[in-house]
T-cell receptor, first 113, second 113 residues
Framework: GQNIDQPTEMTATEGAIVQINCTYQTSGFNGLFWYQQHAGEAPTFLSYNVLDGLEEKGRFSSFLSRSKGYSYLLLKELQMKDSASYLCAVRVDRGSTLGRLYFGRGTQLTVWP | DSGVTQTPKHLITATGQRVTLRCSPRSGDLSVYWYQQSLDQGLQFLIQYYNGEERAKGNILERFSAQQFPDLHSELNLSSLELGDSALYFC????????????FGPGTRLTVT
């Protein structure tokens, strides 16, 4: 199966920067996704990396190292509304399973004023 | 709003009963995915359909079944319900030819009493 690890919880202060790490072990890797999920709501797509390097999108950036099986999500200028669970997911294309995403258990981020 | 719709939003039923959850994907998306999310669990992949055909199966119980219809909407049938089936059920869809990002519906909260 797939092995995706991310910290269970993190806390940070409003206005700060936080980095949420994700490591994975999988075969058939074809991309890594980050999702944000507020309690009781649907996950929303944040970012996608398939090549090594940093992708920046406003206050959020995501990094991928395929050789190390490692990614991080960087959140800058934290706001209270950023308090949510952040899910790391890897896309696995193997055999007939095209496009299936495997999700980590999520990192619950709490932003304090 | 992701463009994915799910009905009903909430469902309360008794053990042993059967329910049907409905999902309409985003316009043009051929792939539909079903997930279960319990309080103490991450997103658990149940099943994937592509253009009416079953593509991949995850941890879906034999009491659960799904199908995707010619108009691409999908239904998830849950039977002989148990207390442990209480969870949020999400449907997601993804576009053809994209990176594989999935767009989630608002979910159906199922409570089995």
């Amino acid at each position: 199966g797939q092995n995706i690890d991310q910290p269970t919880e993190m806390t940070a202060t409003e206005g700060a920067i936080v980095q949420i790490n994700c490591t994975y072990q999988t075969s058939g890797f074809n991309g890594l996704f980050w999702y944000q999920q507020h309690a009781g709501e649907a996950p929303t797509f944040l970012s996608y990396n398939v090549l090594d390097g940093l992708e920046e999108k406003g206050r959020f950036s995501s990094f991928l190292s395929r050789s190390k099986g490692y990614s991080y999500l960087l959140l800058k200028e934290l706001q209270m509304k950023d308090s949510a669970s952040y899910l790391c997911a890897v896309r696995v294309d193997r055999g007939s399973t095209l496009g299936r995403l495997y999700f980590g258990r999520g990192t619950q981020l709490t932003v304090w004023p | 709003d992701s463009g994915v719709t799910q009905t009903p939003k909430h469902l309360i039923t008794a053990t042993g009963q059967r329910v049907t959850l409905r999902c309409s994907p985003r316009s043009g998306d051929l792939s539909v995915y079903w997930y279960q999310q319990s309080l103490d669990q991450g997103l658990q992949f149940l099943i994937q359909y592509y253009n009416g055909e079953e593509r991949a199966k995850g941890n879906i119980l034999e009491r659960f079944s799904a199908q995707q219809f010619p108009d691409l909407h999908s239904e998830l049938n849950l039977s002989s319900l148990e207390l442990g089936d209480s969870a949020l059920y999400f449907c997601a869809s993804s576009p053809l030819g994209g990176s594989g990002e999935q767009y989630f519906g608002p979910g159906t909260r199922l409570t089995v009493t």
